[in-house]
């Protein structure tokens, strides 16, 4: 039996980060991965500056800068209706709202990073097979290379995605949401540059985030395209030959970035929540997709993960590790991130009425001050602030 003060199970985005984020402290820690760090995964994903702001805390920013695009606008509109909502850097202070980065380049470099933290006993591709837990100490079961090996620990953090083996293995209880819609992940080389502003245009019956990328070849007109529609249109796309979905494209985004001259491969994903809704033993927690998988049409999962990532770091390094006292401290932002994804991702069950949207529209476009509460409550920057999230340069 190997015993260490903290067991991760899952080494994805969310669970490598939080054994970075540990890095400085005293705890022995063991990693439990079912895969082999990969370089495939075609997501671009929109990270705020919160999140931003953890990456460079951890030392990570320099390795990602040359494949991060500033986003220093956003422009949401509507089909069909007048008025558009526009968020700008400015109107926080902050030098960007966000970046995009390939979530593949997000992962080689924790992945660096993750193979040479001394206090992180890396077991990987290890799978977990069964956990049990008394009141302060949980026993899991893991197999690798057909050896199985004990490990136990007074807290184990389940950071092993949405079908969550930990999860699965506590008894813990889920909401789960599949929705009608897809999303399909590909890049658009535009004929102009994209002025880092990035567009989420709503459609009839879908969303159309079009987010700046950068790239060595094409440092200012490429774009992410995230289009998220109901599963026949989805693969009524992915079956258009590239002249006719760039067509296609173009016709439901319009002309905000000029002329559309080509894509990448296309990729769909399933859209799906997934909520805990049961309490959890005392010595087990759960953070990323295991604890909430969201629909990205508003880009909140990884933030997300990563706000909690920062506030769990917090309360471990002052000693005052109290699991009411966290969940306490991330509910608010965990309600706020799960309501938007949600809200956005069944809007089109029910239509709104034509006047209601445009004069929302325009009201909120006028609204600083409500503009400001709005981005800041999305970037993790509302009430207390986890420490690795600020900068440390003030
Ligand atoms: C199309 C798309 C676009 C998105 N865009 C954005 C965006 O722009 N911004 C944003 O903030 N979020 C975005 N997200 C959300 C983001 O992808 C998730 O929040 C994030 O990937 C969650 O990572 P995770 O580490 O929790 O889970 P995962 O990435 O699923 O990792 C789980 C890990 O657990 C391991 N594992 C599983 N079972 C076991 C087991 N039994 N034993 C050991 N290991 C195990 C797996 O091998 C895996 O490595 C997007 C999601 C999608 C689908």
């Known amino acids: 039996m190997q015993q260490f003060d903290l067991i991760i199970v899952g080494g994805g985005l969310v669970g490598a980060g939080l054994a970075i984020a540990l890095q400085d402290t005293q705890l022995k820690i063991a990693l439990v991965d079912a895969r082999k760090p990969s370089n495939e995964d075609p997501r671009l994903f929109a990270l705020n500056e919160s999140s931003c702001q953890f990456l460079k805390n951890l030392h990570l920013w320099q390795a990602l800068e040359n494949d991060a695009a500033p986003i220093e ?46 206090n992180v006993t890396l077991f990987r591709p290890a799978t977990l097979i069964n956990l049990t837990h008394a009141e302060n ?18 807290l184990v953090i389940g950071v092993d995605g949405t079908e969550s083996t930990v999860r699965k293995e506590a008894q813990i ?10 999303a399909l992940v590909t890049r658009t080389l535009l004929q102009r540059s994209h002025y880092h502003v990035a567009y989420e245009r709503f459609t009839k019956d879908g969303v159309i985030a079009m987010l700046p990328l950068k ?72 953070l990323g997709n295991a604890a909430h998988t969201m629909s990205p049409v508003a880009a909140q999962g990884f933030n997300l993960a990563i ?88």
């Open 137 to 154: 100490v949980a026993t899991l079961q893991i197999k690798q290379d057909e050896q199985t090996f004990y490990l136990q620990t007074p």
């Open 73 to 118: 606008k956003v422009h949401v509109s509507w089909e069909k209706h007048f008025g558009a909502v526009r968020l700008k850097n400015e109107d926080v202070g902050l030098a960007s709202l966000g970046h995009v980065i390939p979530a593949k380049q997000i992962e080689l470099v924790l992945n660096e990073r993750l193979a040479n933290l001394p």
């Open 215 to 286: 790239t060595a070849e094409n440092p200012d007109n490429e774009c992410a395209t995230i289009w998220t529609a109901n599963k026949e249109k989805i693969n009524h796309l992915l079956q258009l030959s590239e002249v006719d979905f760039i067509a296609a494209l173009q016709n439901e985004f319009g002309y905000r970035l000029g002329r559309l001259v080509g894509i990448t491969k296309r990729h769909v994903f399933p859209l799906q929540k997934v909520k805990v809704t049961s309490s959890l033993p005392a010595c087990i927690l759960l």
């Open 307 to 394: 706000y909690e990532v920062a506030a769990l770091v917090d309360c471990l390094q002052d000693n005052k590790f109290d699991l009411a006292d966290f969940r306490r401290k991330i509910s608010q932002q965990e309600t706020s991130s799960m309501n938007l994804s949600h809200y956005l991702s069944t809007l089109f069950d029910k239509p709104i009425p034509h006047f209601v949207l445009s004069a929302g529209m325009v009201a909120l476009d006028v609204m600083t001050p409500f503009k400001k509460h709005f981005i800041n409550q999305f970037i993790g920057r509302a009430g207390s602030v986890p420490r690795l999230l600020l900068s440390m340069d003030a």
């Open 173 to 182: 209880e889920v909401e789960r949401v599949e929705y009608a819609q897809c």
